[in-house]
């Protein structure tokens, strides 16, 4: 079965970095999607940033020019490097891979990293 592994959560100051890692235990095929979704406390779980097969990303506007999404095909992992964050950015971030074959789509979930971001 496909479990998705995150890693690389944790506490940071203001201004600090961090890198998160999502790996797929097992095989996943399809993937049309991979990405990170985040929740804070009171709030919806909201996009982050993702990569989609032919290689275009999307990203959050509030994360644009301090986040970046990058992937590994081969090892169907993901990675987000997050730079100069801020207080704000403190959530639940939750590594997402979607699938498409013959036009059903379907997800993958991980368990979710927190990422406290105080001083």
């Known amino acids: 079965q496909v479990q998705l592994v995150e890693s690389g959560g944790g506490l940071v100051q203001p201004g600090g970095s961090l890198r998160l890692s999502c790996a797929a235990s097992g095989s996943i095929f399809n993937i049309y999607a991979m990405g990170w979704y985040r929740q804070a406390p009171g709030k919806q779980r909201d996009l982050v940033a993702r990569?989609?097969?032919?290689?275009?990303?999307d990203y959050a506007d509030s994360v644009k020019g301090r986040f970046t999404l990058s992937r590994d095909t081969a090892k169907n992992a993901v990675y987000l490097q997050m730079n100069s964050l801020k207080p704000e950015d403190t959530a639940v971030y939750y590594c997402?891979?979607?699938?498409?074959?013959?036009?059903?789509?379907?997800?993958?979930w991980g368990q979710g990293t927190q990422v406290t971001v105080s001083s």
């Open positions: 990569i989609i097969s032919g290689g275009s990303t």
């Open positions: 997402y891979v979607g699938t498409l074959r013959g036009g059903v789509g379907g997800s993958y």
